[in-house]
Every structure is written in C-alpha cells, then in structure tokens.
C-alpha cells in the first residue's frame, strides 16, 4: 500500500504535485496556530470577562455601600435626637397612663418620623419599636397593616445580637392599606439611651428597591446573564431580574454558600455559568454575578468562524499563488523540454528563452549554449572539411607539374653559378627550398625546427630586398624545437614585422623571434623595435582577430588567416595576442599547446 501510494505520487504531474505540497505546508501550520489561537483566545476571552464581569460586581458593591451609608447617616438622627430618647422613655416610664404628658411624647416621636421621611424618597416607612413592645410608625403610603411590622424571628435575630451598629436585615413585603404590596429591606439599629447606657428601642428604616431597580437597569451582565445580593448571613437582599424558574434563591444560595471570592464555573437548573462575587469589606454583602458560559464561548466561536474565514481565504490565496508558482516552474522546464526534442530531431537552431537568473533561468541558458556549441561544432566541422577540400584542390593545382618549376630554377640557378653571381644563385636555391616546404607533403603540422628553417628562407630572401636594414635574432630552446606546429604560421607573422615594422620606420631594426615552453604551451614571440601603432589602430587589429568576421582589408590578413587556422583547430584558448607601442615597435606573441609528433598521428 505505501509503494502504490508512493508510485501514485510520483506519477503526479509536478504543477498539481507543487500545488498540493504548498497547499499542505499552507494548511497544516494554519491549523496548528487555529488550535493555539483557540485556546489562547479562550483564554483570554475567560480572563476580560472575568475581570469585566468583577469591576461590574465591584461597581454595584460600591453604589450599594453608598446607598447604606446614606440610610446609616439618616438612622443616626435617633442618636442625635435626645427629645426623642426621653419621650420613649417617659411613655415606657408611664405605659399605663393616657394623660397629657403622654400624647405629646407620642406626637413628638411621630413629627421625628415625618421629618426622617422628608429627608429622602428611597424610605417607604419607618419604624419605632420601644422595649415594652410599643410601635410608632409612619409610611408615605399611608396606614400599615400591623400583622407586617414585625418580620419573622429569624430576620430579627442579626439586630437582636447587634450592639448598636447598622444591621441590613433581608427582603420582605410590606402590605399597605392603602397602597399594593412592595418589596423592601431595613436599614435598622438599637437606640440607646447615653444617660443611662441601656438600650431603649428599635429603629428599623423600611427601604424601597428604586436604588437598586435603577443599579440593575444600569447594569446588565452579558446578555442573558443577572447579579444578586447576599447579606452576611447569606439571605437574598436584592436579585435582578433573570428567567429562572421560581424558588431558584433556596437552591443557588445553597450551592454558593461555600465559594470565596473570585470566578468559578457552575452548573444551575442545567445551565453552565460564570460565576463571579464580590464582597464588600465594610457590609459583608456578596454581589454575585451570573454569567452563562456559552456566552463566553461564543465570543470564542466567533473568533474560530472569523479565522476560519480568514484561512480558507488564506488557503484559496495560497493555492492560486502556489498554481502560479508552480506554473513559473513548470512552464519553462515545458519548454526546455519541447526545445530539447526538437534538438533531438535535428533542429540546433532552437532556443530556450532565458527569463530571470534564477536556476531555470541558468539552466536554459547553459542549454542554449550547449545547443549553439553543437551547432558551432558542426558548422566548424563542415568548415574544416571544406577547407580540407579547398587545400587539397590547391594542392592539387600547384603539382600539376612541380619538377618543371624545380628543375627551371635549378637551371637558374647553375647559370648564376657560371656568372660567379652567388647571391642570385643563394636566393634562388632558397625560393626553391620554400616552394618545395608549401607544396610539398600532406601534412598540416610540422616541427617548430622545420618552420623556423622555412623562415630563415624568407628572411634571406627579403635581407636581398632590405639589404642592411634589420637583423634577426633568433632563440629557441631545444625543447620547443621538436614541438608540433601548424605549416605555415611564421611566416606571415614575420612577413608583417618587416613590412609594418621596417617600410615604416628610418634607420635599422632588430627582428627577434623567441620560443620557450611555458606551463604545457609553447610561446613564439615575434618581437620587432619598428614603427609600432597607434592605440586606435592596434585596436581595429585585435578587434579583427578576435571576430573572424570583422575584415582587415588586406592589411594584417596573414595574421588573420593564422589566427583563424590555430583556433579552429585547437579552440579560442590559443591563438595570437599583439602589443604595441607607436613609435618604438611591436610584439606578437603565439600560444599553442606543446605536442609532439606521436600527438598527431
């Protein structure tokens, strides 16, 4: 199974094989860094709502204890009131009398209800509970129904404990005769009278839930979340409004009783929430904060569909960029391969186009070198067979009769010998002797020794035309002289050394021609101290034996055919360089490959 699917993949094409590759290195890291995101976004997510959901519950502890504090300050008006202290005490001194003194202690503790009443609107009524279980109480609704002043025991037992500070006692309804029935809580304390130290008395504020209303209007936890208030004593105080099913305060406080401060997750009436309280050092109230975890997860979830938006946008991108990549690849290894039949088929003359230096770039490059290298060969192969053929029908001519021209200046030069005229006789045994070295033998190549005698031929020759106008030096090492050259390659170098370097220059010149074995090749130089060139003109000639094409009209064509005859045979590695200098002479030197005989065959 691992073999077929290897071999499936092999078979793939490369564009659909570059594609899928980028594809999956796209995907798998987008998918690895979505997990991470998740969890870290989760994370994160969990701690800002966490945190904004403790400054909420903070916030609604803060405006309660300032809520209290106001109700707290209006409850030490009975402390600051010490009329109101010696009227309690004189109506439970005389509870069985109904005189004067009486009523007015009576009217006098009502008139300190009404004044506590007009001080704010967040008391619905208020309370005086005396010792002898004697109640004064006023409401702004009007008349009270008794059997609801007093609250439960169990209510109670917080400010029968109290030693005279504020005591917040829970949630109750109070029924009024002429007003629908109302939620409220007490703000209550002991009076105590300073004269004696004994306490006389209750106070109890019956305060309405506006401020708190208002809190939780002004307060909304998530969407569907609410926020309730505990006493000390873990009694509900206040609750907002929520969809819970009735009776939800008995089970939640019981299930809460054991948490601190701080968040955990629960699970209610099968539902998960976020649970978050606060506890007011001053009050000991816990407002606690009931958030439904899917909330917090669909923050999340909104995060996940928003990066899976955002990936599969990313993926889509990737694979139209990885299908253009690809196709840049491709594309021209598509043509390289197109190109390379059409070699195979014969057609050299084909070309890859070469876009950028990149390694495809480099590759159709090297290819079409390559290509044009072949063609090169071939053309220089038909080259040299027809120049082979050219020779060969030269040849051919110059032997129609060769004795006839030998034996024709033998007669001459026996004749000059019978005048006692040796320098014609010296000049034509050497003309004979160069006409027999160029038509003579098959040959091509022949030993430096040999090419150096046909040269000192020529020069012999020409010291006839020039008289006493150059010298020659001549110095070869033994070694050099059994190298390997082709016919025919001195002469016309030394042929333009006298005709550029001595026409051309007054007085006499040194003609030198050195050969040395230098790193494997042998080094000719044919230096002259004549007329020399100009920079420009020694410019023209380089330029012309460098491109065969370029013409030297008829100038310098000797140095060219040679030039043309060593690289075509051993390659633009050999060949001639010139230097020269105006007015102080000329140097050419020759570079070929030292071979011997047993080389060429």
Known sequence: MKRYWQSLFHDIQMQPKLMIMYSACILFPLLLFGSVLFFIQMAQIKTEVTAGTTQLAKHINISLNEYLREMETISYMSYNNQELQNHLIQIMENSSSRGKTVSQAVQAIDTFLDDVLTVTDNIDFISIISNDDKTYTKSIYGPVRMNNLYLEEEMLEPLLRSHGETVVLPKHIADFQFAPPTPVFSVARKLLDFNSGYYIGYLLLYCNLNVLDRIANDTQVGSNGFWFVLTGSDQMLYAAENNLEKGWETQLISRLQKQTNGS?????????????????????????????????????????????????AILLLAVLCSAMIAKSIVLPIRKMRAAMKRAQEGDLTVTVPAQGKNELGELAGNFNELVCRIGGLIETNR????????????????????????????????????????????????????????????????????????????LYLQKMRYQDKFEVEIHASPASMSCQVLKLTLQPIVENALQHGIEKKKGKVLLQLTAELLHGNLHIYVKDNGAGMNEERLHHVRRALEDKDAKLHGEHIGLQN????????????????????????????????????????
């Open 562 to 601: 040679v030039q043309s005859r060593i690289q075509l045979i051993f390659g633009t590695a050999y060949g001639m360089q010139i230097n020269s200098t105006h007015h102080e002479g000329t140097c050419v030197e020759l570079k070929l490959p030292a071979r011997s005989a047993s080389m060429y065959g």
């Open 264 to 312: 955990h997750v629960v699970e209610f009436m099968g539902t998960k929430y976020l649970y978050v309280q606060n506890v007011s050092s001053k009050t000991g109230f816990r407002v606690v904060c009931m958030l439904p975890y899917i909330e917090v997860t669909q923050m999340g979830t909104m995060t996940i569909v928003l990066f899976v938006i955002l990936a599969v």
């Open 383 to 458: 080259n040299i067979d027809m120049q082979r053929k050219i020779a060969e029908m030269e040849a051919l001519k110059s032997k129609i009769n060769p004795h006839f021209l030998y034996n024709t200046l033998e007669t001459i030069r026996m004749q000059a010998v019978i005048n006692d005229e040796t320098e014609i006789a010296g000049s034509v045994t050497s003309l004979a002797k160069m006409l027999r070295y160029s038509i003579s033998g098959t040959d091509d190549f022949v030993t430096l020794e040999k090419e150096i005698t046909h040269v000192t031929h020529y």
